[in-house]
């Protein structure tokens, strides 16, 4: 099994940026795709953007498109989520999750998460 560690979040100002990262161990992660979702309070946790194996395809939320970037270095054994024009309604939990997938969307597609970082935007 694979297991993933967040890092990078914080308190940024609107239209700041942040970048996440997310190292894996246990197994390599050119094994997997990734994705990253986030979850607010109160809310559902929902889909930011995934990258194939490969980093070949990449999608992304409708409402983080042309703002974030998603990457990975499979020699390094990281993901990355690059996080630019951010804004208030940005706040949330972001967790990186990993799947024997090509690629996914849904949080049902993804075997293993990890535990989270927050992502705070003042206004």
């Known amino acids: 099994q694979v297991q993933l560690g967040e890092s990078g979040g914080g308190l940024v100002q609107a239209g700041g940026s942040l970048r996440l990262s997310c190292a894996a161990s246990?197994?390599?992660?050119?094994?997997?795709?990734m994705g990253w979702f986030r979850q607010a309070p109160g809310k559902e946790r929902e889909f930011v953007a995934a990258?194939?194996?490969?980093?070949?395809?990449?999608y992304y939320a409708d409402s983080v498109k042309g703002r974030y970037t998603i990457s990975r270095d499979n020699a390094k054994n990281t993901g990355n989520l690059q996080m630019n024009s951010l804004k208030p309604e940005d706040t949330a939990v972001y967790y990186c999750?990993?799947?024997?997938?090509?690629?996914?969307?849904?949080?049902?597609?993804?075997?293993?998460w990890g535990r989270g970082t927050q992502v705070t935007v003042s206004s």
């Open positions: 999750a990993a799947t024997a997938l090509n690629i996914a969307r849904r949080t049902d597609e993804y075997a293993y």
């Open positions: 246990g197994r390599p992660l050119s094994s997997y795709a």
């Open positions: 990258i194939s194996r490969s980093s070949g395809i990449t």
